[in-house]
């Protein structure tokens, strides 16, 4: 059984996305941001850097007990090789993949969450944070269409690639995107929400950027670090 420690955050659903795509048993183990548990140091132990999400393998097969991860992208790379599943075999897939990965953690994720943070929770309204982030965003969906074209997927067939970007695009709308500029995520797009397992994820989660209301002093402080 794996523990998957949980919110419903682009970076948690990547997690839900591989659960149910590769149909390993899994318990939700729900955090509340915004009061703060990702904190807590029950939660640090398992997760140093305080964010979300994190699991527990109680049994990763080394004979050694539990395994804890942190930071989503190590979390897909170590289930892809634990099932031998949506990654390649072959040293030019796998590397392909992987860095499909590494631009969603490093490049996608950052620049679409600032563009949220500066568009929704700011406690002020700043322009120039609001534009640049969104123009990044812009271009990081047009190299994603560059990369999609006569593609059905970003690296090969189906791979942790694809889960890991996914979530990330789905509130596209917020981030002040339209699929209807960039075809061939679109198309991706659709294909990927389509799925029985992406369906099966998505159940009962809710737009966090929907009817978001003004965060209070303690929510600020709990989800951006003491920010006023």
Do not use: C
């Not at 899994?26 to 029950?42: F, M, N």
């Not at 090969?156 to 996914?166: E, K, L, P, R, W």
């Not at 695009?169 to 799925?195: C, M, S, T, Y």
């Amino acid at each position: 059984m794996i523990d998957l420690y949980f919110s419903a955050t682009p970076n948690g659903l990547k997690m839900k996305l591989f659960m149910e795509e590769a149909g390993l048993p899994y318990r939700v183990v729900p955090i509340s941001l915004s009061r703060g548990e990702q904190h807590e140091p029950g939660f640090l132990a398992i997760s140093p850097n305080g964010r979300i999400p994190a699991l527990v393998d109680d049994a990763p097969g080394d004979g050694r007990g539990p395994l804890p991860l942190f930071e989503s992208g190590a979390m897909l790379l170590y289930l892809a090789r634990r099932t031998g599943r949506f990654l390649p075999a072959d040293l030019r897939g796998e590397t392909e993949v992987l860095q499909w990965l590494f631009w969603q953690v490093g490049g996608l994720g950052p620049m679409a969450g600032q563009n949220g943070h500066f568009a929704v929770h700011a406690p002020e309204t700043l322009p120039y944070a609001i534009d640049r982030y969104r123009r990044e965003t812009a271009r990081l969906y047009g190299v994603l269409d560059r990369r999609l074209a006569g593609r059905a997927y970003i690296a090969g067939d189906y791979s942790i690639a694809d889960m890991a970007t996914y979530p990330w695009i789905v509130p596209h709308a917020a981030h002040g995107q339209d699929l209807d500029d960039v075809p061939n995520v679109k198309r991706w797009f659709e294909a990927i929400a389509a799925r029985p397992a992406t369906i099966r994820a998505y159940e009962g989660v809710e737009d966090v950027y929907a009817g978001a209301q003004p965060l209070s002093r303690d929510e600020r402080r709990s989800l951006f670090g003491g920010t006023p």
